[in-house]
């Protein structure tokens, strides 16, 4: 059974920063990728950035578009370990925060999620 420790969710003002952490175990083999989703209250559950691992074993690592240049993502496939430096959060980041660990052969696999409030 695949278990997530997730942390570092919080209330933060505007312009503040907080990391997010996330250790997945109960899985022996490499991920195709890891990373972190969120979800506001009312919106579908979105990227936000992830590693993915190709067929040569190289990572590729992605944003979301609205996070690009704030968001510094970190993770590891066969640690099976994601972080995320959030930056100059925003009103807008306000949502769940959850980390995926994705296979090729035994489907996806996600925490329980972090809260992240931003908010004066």
């Known amino acids: 059974q695949v278990q997530f420790v997730e942390s570092g969710g919080g209330l933060v003002q505007p312009g503040g920063s907080l990391r997010l952490s996330c250790a997945a175990s109960?899985?022996?083999?490499?991920?195709?990728?890891m990373g972190w989703y969120r979800q506001a209250p009312g919106n579908q559950r979105e990227m936000v950035a992830q590693?993915?691992?190709?067929?040569?074993?190289?990572?590729?690592?992605d944003y979301a578009d609205s996070v690009k240049g704030r968001f510094i993502f970190s993770g590891d496939n066969a640690l099976h370990t994601a972080y995320l430096q959030m930056n100059n959060l925003k009103p807008e980041d306000t949502a769940m925060y959850y980390c995926?660990?994705?296979?090729?052969?035994?489907?996806?696999?996600w925490g329980r999620g972090t809260q992240v409030i931003v908010s004066t």
């Open positions: 590693i993915t691992d190709d067929e040569n074993n190289d990572d590729k690592i």
């Open positions: 995926k660990l994705e296979t090729r052969t035994r489907g996806d696999f």
């Open positions: 109960g899985i022996i083999f490499r991920a195709s990728a």
